[in-house]
């Protein structure tokens, strides 16, 4: 079942764009989120007519803005020919409502934006589960207004008595209805994605028992991500030069360069005022950041905004209680900056972020050996390298060294094996009456 949010024009054509700075906000701020809305629009495929920044002195609770800014915003949209007004500012439900008598034309926030990107982008059921999670507790406050028209039509509330259902309008109950069809909607779809949380828990438990360390690729929406897990592991991820091109998780298997196992998963986007409850939805996918063993951030260093998309990112990450976790950024695109601002450029982000940062280009295939080099000191602290006298009558712990570890050498001497490797330290542990 796929839920709408509301009934809306067939086809929006033309959308005038408006970002309102409320006190304390700065210019540069609101002007990079309103640039982040065209982009946004755009990717569902609506016209846009204009955007404009308007500021206001106070917050008002009707619009935000005061009644001559919101007059003025009105205008313009009837000029324009607009039919529809999206704001870069989350609307409680009441606003919507105000603004969409005010200018007689369908109004969208920034949060119902993304919920329709992500609704148009699902493709797993786990991914649509938790866009339709996202769309409905976003839809249930804004019920009220959905069915006024059946009391309209039918002449509002009927001749029952006593204040029951029958002296209701149409409206009315077809709200109550509408509402308790969402609630057992909501609680259905929660039980199924805990059912999802705990098969993801337990193929994790798996990993974790015979010890493959994990790594979250994480990042601003469109940074890269997908692109660099198909990169490194070939793993034919989805990866387009649009927003929230991946809302779902993808794991697979490396070796790095000292023989040890990893486990490389993709994860959702995030963005600048990432809605709340789509970050509530999202957990279970999200877990796999907090779970991971570390982080590896990609921030797309072409970028004029690429700190602040880090920066967002720590935000997120925080919220999900991950802002502990060792962390390796890789800055990517960086051949789309100019080469003559290249090396000053890179060093300054370098320089802004207190984990270690590598460049690359995914497109050019360009820093895969700097990105595994980071991967292996990341995990330094979970193996050595020793040198092992072994006899061959216990050929069940040789086996064992080439499975869990990396074998750099092995030679003979007379009925003993002599072996060099690289293996995770609990195992070297258990064997270390055989080093030598």
Same mark, same amino acid.
């Given at each position: 079942m796929s839920f709408e949010i509301r009934e809306k024009p067939d086809m929006v054509e033309r959308a005038l764009l408006v970002g309102i700075a409320l006190p304390g906000e700065s210019r540069r701020e609101r002007e990079a989120l309103l640039a982040e809305l065209v982009d946004l629009v755009s990717n569902l495929g609506i016209g846009i007519v204009e955007s404009r920044l308007e500021f206001t002195r106070e917050l008002q609770a009707k619009y935000l803005c005061g009644i001559g800014k919101a007059e003025e915003i009105r205008a313009r949209a009837e000029e324009l020919g607009a039919d529809c007004v999206i704001f870069d500012n989350l609307l409680s439900p009441s606003q919507q409502r105000e603004w969409e008598k005010?200018?007689?034309?369908?109004?969208?926030?920034?949060? *119902?934006?993304?919920?329709?990107?992500?609704?148009? $982008?699902? $493709?797993?059921?786990?991914a649509v589960m938790q866009v339709d999670l996202a769309r409905m507790q976003y839809a249930l406050p804004r019920m009220?207004?959905?069915?006024?028209? @059946?009391?309209? #039509? $039918?002449?509002?509330?009927? !001749?029952?008595? !006593?204040?029951?259902?029958?002296?209701?309008? *149409?409206?009315? =109950? #077809?709200i109550e209805v509408d509402r308790r069809l969402a609630h057992e909607r909501i609680e259905t779809i929660r039980a199924e994605l805990e059912v999802v949380r705990r098969q993801? !828990?337990? #193929?994790?438990? *798996?990993?974790? $028992? #015979?010890?493959?360390?994990?790594?979250?690729?994480?990042?601003?929406?469109?940074?890269? =991500?997908?692109?660099? @897990?198909? @990169?490194?592991?070939?793993?034919?991820?989805?990866?387009?030069?649009?927003?929230?091109?991946?809302?779902?998780?993808?794991?697979? =298997?490396? *070796?790095?360069?000292d023989g040890q196992p990893l486990v490389l998963t993709d994860t959702v986007g995030f963005i600048r005022n990432l809605p709340h409850r789509l970050v509530e939805a999202f957990k279970s996918t999200l877990e796999e950041a907090v779970l991971a063993d570390f982080l590896i951030q990609v921030v797309d260093a072409s970028d004029p905004d690429a700190l602040r998309h880090y920066e967002t990112t720590c935000e997120v990450l925080a919220g999900l209680g991950a802002e502990d976790k060792p962390m390796v950024v890789v800055w990517n695109k960086c051949d789309l900056i100019p080469e003559e601002m290249r090396e000053v450029t890179l060093e300054a982000l370098s320089a802004k972020v207190a984990c270690p940062s590598l460049s690359m280009s995914v497109l050019r295939e360009e820093g895969v050996d700097r990105l595994m080099s980071a991967c292996v000191e990341m995990m330094s602290h979970r193996v050595c390298r020793c040198s092992y006298r072994i006899p061959l009558s216990d050929s069940r712990t040789i086996a064992l060294m080439h499975r869990d570890g990396k074998v750099l050498s092995t030679e003979y001497d007379g009925n003993d094996a002599l072996v060099e490797a690289i293996l995770p330290k609990e195992f070297a542990a258990r064997i270390e009456h055989y080093r030598i």
């Amino acid at each position: 079942m796929s839920f709408e949010i509301r009934e809306k024009p067939d086809m929006v054509e033309r959308a005038l764009l408006v970002g309102i700075a409320l006190p304390g906000e700065s210019r540069r701020e609101r002007e990079a989120l309103l640039a982040e809305l065209v982009d946004l629009v755009s990717n569902l495929g609506i016209g846009i007519v204009e955007s404009r920044l308007e500021f206001t002195r106070e917050l008002q609770a009707k619009y935000l803005c005061g009644i001559g800014k919101a007059e003025e915003i009105r205008a313009r949209a009837e000029e324009l020919g607009a039919d529809c007004v999206i704001f870069d500012n989350l609307l409680s439900p009441s606003q919507q409502r105000e603004w969409e008598k005010l200018v007689n034309v369908t109004v969208i926030d920034r949060e *119902e934006v993304i919920l329709d990107i992500f609704a148009s $982008r699902a $493709r797993t059921r786990e991914a649509v589960m938790q866009v339709d999670l996202a769309r409905m507790q976003y839809a249930l406050p804004r019920m009220a207004g959905m069915w006024k028209h @059946l009391d309209r #039509q $039918r002449g509002g509330s009927g !001749g029952g008595k !006593g204040g029951g259902a029958a002296a209701r309008g *149409e409206g009315e =109950k #077809q709200i109550e209805v509408d509402r308790r069809l969402a609630h057992e909607r909501i609680e259905t779809i929660r039980a199924e994605l805990e059912v999802v949380r705990r098969q993801r !828990g337990t #193929q994790r438990k *798996e990993r974790i $028992r #015979q010890g493959i360390p994990t790594a979250a690729i994480v990042g601003y929406t469109n940074a890269g =991500k997908s692109s660099l @897990l198909n @990169l490194v592991t070939g793993a034919g991820v989805l990866a387009k030069d649009i927003l929230f091109a991946t809302l779902e998780t993808t794991s697979r =298997k490396i *070796e790095l360069p000292d023989g040890q196992p990893l486990v490389l998963t993709d994860t959702v986007g995030f963005i600048r005022n990432l809605p709340h409850r789509l970050v509530e939805a999202f957990k279970s996918t999200l877990e796999e950041a907090v779970l991971a063993d570390f982080l590896i951030q990609v921030v797309d260093a072409s970028d004029p905004d690429a700190l602040r998309h880090y920066e967002t990112t720590c935000e997120v990450l925080a919220g999900l209680g991950a802002e502990d976790k060792p962390m390796v950024v890789v800055w990517n695109k960086c051949d789309l900056i100019p080469e003559e601002m290249r090396e000053v450029t890179l060093e300054a982000l370098s320089a802004k972020v207190a984990c270690p940062s590598l460049s690359m280009s995914v497109l050019r295939e360009e820093g895969v050996d700097r990105l595994m080099s980071a991967c292996v000191e990341m995990m330094s602290h979970r193996v050595c390298r020793c040198s092992y006298r072994i006899p061959l009558s216990d050929s069940r712990t040789i086996a064992l060294m080439h499975r869990d570890g990396k074998v750099l050498s092995t030679e003979y001497d007379g009925n003993d094996a002599l072996v060099e490797a690289i293996l995770p330290k609990e195992f070297a542990a258990r064997i270390e009456h055989y080093r030598i």
